[in-house]
């Protein structure tokens, strides 16, 4: 079973496509934690996409659909996956339609996770990331003894991501809204399009997808 996740940043698109392939079994394929590998393993690729990520910009649709076409054709792609952070526009829509055309893939399932704007900006400018687990916790959680202690793996490498903050996260939200909430609509005219309420606990949501894959 192949499927899509979309929504707006610090929607819980992250918990929940863990949640999935979890459950289903199938592979994880998230564009933002291959760019931020690649921006922190310092190649070429990304050098290229640094600035654009630390602005809350889009990569270009050309560069994500040759990444995307080389990760779907690896070996481990052909069990199904979960696509997290793409695509995010209605071009990127328009590429993978056609690219699963040509390999014979289709999608079983779109899930639009939908959270109200000012949710958002509170929620990611308390969120903090792990720069060796790539886990992620807000401020309220970690507590003031030790602040940059990661819970998951214990190191000390929490941090804000350079998109996490306010002004950064408003235009993120602007980006969502005129370039991938479109994308959406374009996926459902061709594939199962679920739009779910994102507000509330981690676990109610999980059960909220839950009941509509079954
Ligand atoms: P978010 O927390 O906003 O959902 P991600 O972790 O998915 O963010 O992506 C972080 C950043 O990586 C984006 O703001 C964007 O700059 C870049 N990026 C990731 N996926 C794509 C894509 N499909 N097209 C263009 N840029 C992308
Ligand atoms: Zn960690």
């Not at 069990?79 to 690219?99: H, I, K, S, Y």
């Not at 459902?188 to 509509?212: F, H, M, S, T």
Request: proline fraction near 4%; aromatic fraction near 4%.
């Amino acid at each position: 079973m192949n499927m899509i996740i979309m929504g707006p940043p610090g929607c819980g698109k992250g918990t929940q496509a863990n949640g999935i392939v979890q459950n289903l079994g199938v592979v994880h394929i998230s564009t933002g934690d291959m760019l931020r590998a690649a921006v922190k393993s310092g190649s070429e690729l990304g050098q290229r996409v640094e600035a654009v990520m630390a602005a809350g910009e889009l990569v270009s649709d050309d560069l994500m659909m040759d990444i995307i076409k080389e990760r779907l054709r690896q070996r481990d792609a052909n069990d199904g996956w979960l696509l997290d952070g793409f695509p995010r526009t209605v071009e990127q829509a328009e590429g993978l339609m056609a690219l699963l055309d040509e390999i014979d893939q289709s999608v079983g399932a779109v899930v639009s996770l939908e959270v109200p704007n000012e949710e958002i900006v509170q929620r990611l400018s308390g969120r903090l990331t792990c720069r060796e687990c790539g886990f992620v916790t807000s401020r309220q959680s970690v507590g003031a003894d030790d602040p940059n202690r990661c819970p998951q793996c214990g190191a000390e490498a929490l941090y804000q991501r350079d998109d996490d903050r306010e002004e950064t996260v408003r235009n993120r939200l602007e980006v969502y809204q005129t370039k991938t909430y479109p994308a959406a609509a374009t996926l459902g005219d061709r594939y199962r399009l679920e739009r779910i309420d994102g507000v509330g606990e981690p676990a109610e949501i999980a059960q909220r997808i839950r009941g509509v894959l079954e």
